[in-house]
């Protein structure tokens, strides 16, 4: 069977079931005495174009979308470790350019590796630490679902040739771990990471958007994009975070925008789909 017909999903679940990967079901990996850790590359032409970006902006996001990951984890970051993969024509301006970048959220850059490549391929290891880990196993029913902000906003940029600044949500992280059943980040797309949750948890979620949920210049099928980087939780006390729904028995995500279901489509890695695939 080919990837193409697997699915990222697909594949991890593969793992799994031949015991050649543990532990892959959340956002990042929990390695005992609240260490947590989590990997994320980013490769030119599948996840950005320079055309678009500037190094020290690509940095800055490279950064922060393994840093969603602690957030989604409630952690406290510690170090990067940083893996730059690059031509051998690319100038030594960008390459710093990338590494302010990187050094711009403020977490120490405490090793990696370099090596020569085709194209630009960035690959980021953030170790952080954590009192309490939700994952995305715990979503009861009646928690309320909650959202940390705005979501589309990664798509609406996409469609006008550019790349959305991820947002960080550290902070944010740490407090709906303290409290949540479920913490997860939109990465792949609001109906791809809801459904993560309630297939990890064993229960159906049940969203329901209003306009102000969409950040401005967002449409409902920006929705599907992914790459918003917010935090999705299921709670039972929601703190002062926005509530777009809640867990209910059942399995499966129904999003609705003021109350009409809507269906929208998420990332998924191996010939899936999202909306304006860069190629």
């Known amino acids: 069977m080919r990837l193409s017909e697997l699915g990222e999903s697909g594949l991890l679940a593969e793992l799994e079931r031949r015991g050649l990967a543990r532990g892959i079901e959340h956002d990042a990996a929990e390695l005992g005495d609240g260490l947590v850790v989590t990997q994320d590359a980013l490769v030119e032409g599948v996840h950005f174009r320079l055309d678009w970006t500037s190094h020290r902006e690509l940095g800055y996001r490279a950064a922060a979308v393994n840093l969603s990951d ?5 952690a406290e970051p510690q170090a990067l470790l940083v893996t730059l993969a ?7 301006e ?5 590494y ?28 952080g630490r954590s009192e309490r880990v939700p994952g995305r196993a715990g979503a009861r029913p009646g928690d309320l679902v909650v959202v940390t902000g705005p979501l589309g906003a990664a798509g609406a940029a996409f469609r006008e040739s550019r790349h959305a600044r991820p947002p960080l949500r550290l902070e944010e992280g740490r407090r709906l771990a303290a409290v949540a059943h ?8 609001l109906a791809v990471d809801a459904g993560h949750l309630a297939a990890r948890s064993g229960c159906r979620l049940e969203l329901d958007l209003e306009p102000g949920s969409l950040a401005p210049g967002a449409t409902v099928e920006d929705l599907g994009f992914g ?9 039972p006390d929601p703190l002062d975070f926005p509530v777009i729904g809640r867990c209910v028995e059942g399995e499966g995500v129904e999003i609705r925008v003021m109350g009409k279901p809507v269906d929208v489509a998420g990332w998924e890695h191996f010939g899936g789909r999202r909306a304006g695939d860069l190629r």
């Open 70 to 74: 602690l957030a989604a984890s409630g």
């Open 86 to 92: 690059a031509p051998a024509d690319v100038e030594l």
């Open 94 to 98: 960008d390459v710093v350019e990338l």
């Open 100 to 127: 302010e970048g990187l050094n711009e959220p403020g977490v120490p850059i405490a090793g990696g590796d370099t090596s020569s490549a085709p194209q630009l391929v960035l690959a980021v290891t953030a170790v």
């Open 182 to 189: 479920a913490l997860t980040d939109i990465s792949d797309g």
């Open 227 to 235: 790459e918003d980087y917010e935090l999705l939780a299921a709670t």
